[in-house]
């Protein structure tokens, strides 16, 4: 008899102790007017997929869309149906007098190495807006190190962290600076050159085609990037 319930409470402690492992789910998220978009999905993500893409523009891991922490994050006009698969529930609402959440803006200038201080030691990070047209992906072009968020390559963003050891921070958006792209005609067709926020005006900082480059004529912006047509080739500004 003994032996017959140690069998039964071996398996049954064994199953209380362990993580609860959702099952594979699916969600669609989708990058609107070209914008980094999250998506959050209520568990910590072990792993992501793309299941069918919906968009004209490419989804690429990595490049135009993944994964981090709770959720996926899709960005250049990327929409896909993702699978994913996570553990544990919904994200904790922490409360006061525990570690908080907190939002802190931080912009790489000249594609240089930026080291943003939070004022506590950060525990989980994530990109809520970026800000530049240079992608901002986890682990390549932004991170987090004891209690800094870093950028390079030219990613700005707002970011939300989570940390111990001081008060949430809330630190004041910072303006963001120009940034410059190069948009060509290939063949004296019509080519549109996305870019990673909504413009608000743009213009030509160096022609470099022989075709002639004309504002209105041959070359245009509207919200969601630049445009080019009649063999025109450019180095061109927007902010």
């Known amino acids: 008899m003994k032996k017959i319930w140690l069998y039964v409470a071996l398996p049954l402690a064994a199953a209380l102790f362990m993580p609860a492992v959702a099952s594979a789910q699916q969600l669609t998220c989708e990058s609107h007017n070209y914008q980094q978009e999250f998506c959050p999905t209520g568990v910590t993500i072990t792993r992501a997929w793309l299941v069918a893409q919906r968009s004209r523009a490419p989804c690429i891991e990595g490049q135009t869309w993944g994964h981090q922490n709770n959720g996926i994050w899709v960005t250049q006009g990327c929409e896909g149906d993702f699978g994913f698969q996570g553990v544990g529930g919904p994200p904790v609402v922490v409360a006061p007098g525990r570690p908080g959440t907190g939002r802190i803006t931080c ?3 000249n594609y240089q190495q930026q080291y943003c201080p939070t004022g506590q030691q950060i525990t989980s990070a994530w990109v809520i807006e970026q800000r530049s047209s240079a992608p901002c992906v986890q682990g ?3 991170g987090f190190q004891g209690g ?12 939300g962290i989570q940390g111990r050891g001081g008060p949430p921070v809330v630190v004041a958006p910072q303006p963001i600076y ?3 792209m190069v948009c060509s005609s290939i063949n004296y067709q019509q080519n549109f050159c996305a870019t990673a926020r909504p413009i608000g005006r743009a213009w030509l900082i160096a022609q470099r ?3 002639a480059c004309m504002q209105g004529r041959t070359w245009g912006y509207d919200e969601g990037g630049i445009w080019v047509s009649q063999g025109c080739e450019g ?3 927007f902010d």
């Open 107 to 109: 912009e790489s200038r």
């Open 209 to 211: 085609s022989r075709s």
């Open 235 to 237: 180095e061109f500004g």
């Open 178 to 180: 120009p940034a410059t």
């Open 140 to 142: 390549r072009s932004w």
């Open 148 to 159: 800094d968020i870093w950028v390079t390559e030219g990613c700005a963003a707002d970011f």
